[in-house]
């Protein structure tokens, strides 16, 4: 029985981590991706971080990540599919059959960006794409289109400091 599970292991998360840790909790964090992070492992440059101006999302990733670690937070992979309320304590269930049990939970689950479907979509999610605002009040199938054919033009080599990937 855990003090305390956290639930998604993105900057929300680890930072409950990190607090529980230091408050002593014996925790639990669940996360469904190998290495955790969250949204911000796909974002090319966080420039709004104290202290660190410009860094990428995947290295400030990793650094919540080895905070969290360094602190003796203990992780383990998993997709949560239910939470059930036992009164004096929570049960975590996992997709591959596992249950966990702590006294509290923290859901820290964040956010998924809805997809557009357009070719090049998964490639370049997190590069430096500007999309214009005024372009979301065209119909669906022309805005695709727009999207696609800016990709296609390799709008995003104007930024020639880009991940490989974003070229
Ligand atoms: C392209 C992009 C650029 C961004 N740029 C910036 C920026 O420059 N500056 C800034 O401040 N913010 C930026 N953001 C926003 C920032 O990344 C988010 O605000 C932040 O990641 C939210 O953190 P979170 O922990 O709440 O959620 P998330 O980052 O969404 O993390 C949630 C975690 O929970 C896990 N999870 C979800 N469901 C389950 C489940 N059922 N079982 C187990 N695990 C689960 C997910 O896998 C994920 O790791 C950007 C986001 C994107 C997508």
Known sequence: MYDL????A?????SAAVYGRRAGFELLVVEQTPMGGGQVVDTYEVDNY????GINGFDLAQKFRGHADGLGAVFQSGRVTAVRDEGAYKVV???DGSSYEA???IL???AEHAKLGVPGEEEHRGCPTALPVTA????RETWRSWVAAMWQWRMLSTFPDSAERCI
């Open 136 to 139: 979301l009040s065209l119909r």
């Open 5 to 8: 599970i956290i639930i998604g």
């Open 10 to 14: 993105g900057p929300a998360g680890l």
């Open 93 to 95: 269930e996992t997709a």
């Open 50 to 53: 104290l202290g660190m101006p």
């Open 108 to 110: 820290a689950g964040g």
């Open 103 to 105: 006294r509290a939970l």
